[in-house]
């Protein structure tokens, strides 16, 4: 369905802002069909981003700095979500042996064992939403949105 028909306008739009509502719209899309995904692990899509960067430590502790430049949404306050995830036990906090002004953060079994049952689920959503377009067509659009990210205002 067309941008125009969604938002149900009937005078032409200028292409930027057809580009940039057809980009907003589709991220509402994905998001909640994500998010519906994360309801039932009583996730937000932030915590699961702070679990992904975990687990891509290996079994190695890191701290708020490098999980927070590691986030897709820059702006999410990392020490409420690492707090939240305490709470499930989902991960631990302890002071930095090396420099006690740091705390290390990590994943806990239990975080992995979430983590193992939700994946799946996950990728099989991301499938879902790439097979409506061809490699070339999906290689494409991430050049285009690589590009988008890179005009400087």
């Known amino acids: 369905m067309k941008i125009e028909e969604i938002i149900k306008t009937t005078s032409p739009m200028a292409i930027g802002k057809k580009t940039v509502l057809n980009i ?12 519906e995904i994360l309801k039932a692990y009583d996730l937000s899509p932030e915590q699961f981003n702070v679990l992904r960067i975990l687990k891509g430590q290996n079994g190695k502790p890191t701290n708020m700095c490098v999980i927070q430049e590691r986030m897709i949404a820059k702006t999410s306050n990392t020490t409420r979500l690492v707090d939240k995830l305490l709470l499930k036990e989902l991960v631990t906090r302890e002071i ?3 420099n006690r002004r740091k705390m290390e953060i990590a994943i806990t079994e239990k975080g992995l064992e979430l983590l193992a ?3 799946p689920k996950v990728e099989h959503n ?10 070339e067509e999906l290689e ?9 990210r890179t005009i400087n205002p």
């Open 140 to 148: 494409q659009l991430n050049y285009l949105l690589e590009k988008l």
């Open 24 to 35: 907003m719209y589709t991220q509402n899309v994905l998001a909640e069909k994500f998010n």
């Open 126 to 135: 991301e499938c879902l939403l790439a097979q409506k377009l061809s490699a």
């Open 96 to 98: 930095c042996p090396g």
């Open 117 to 119: 049952d939700l994946n």
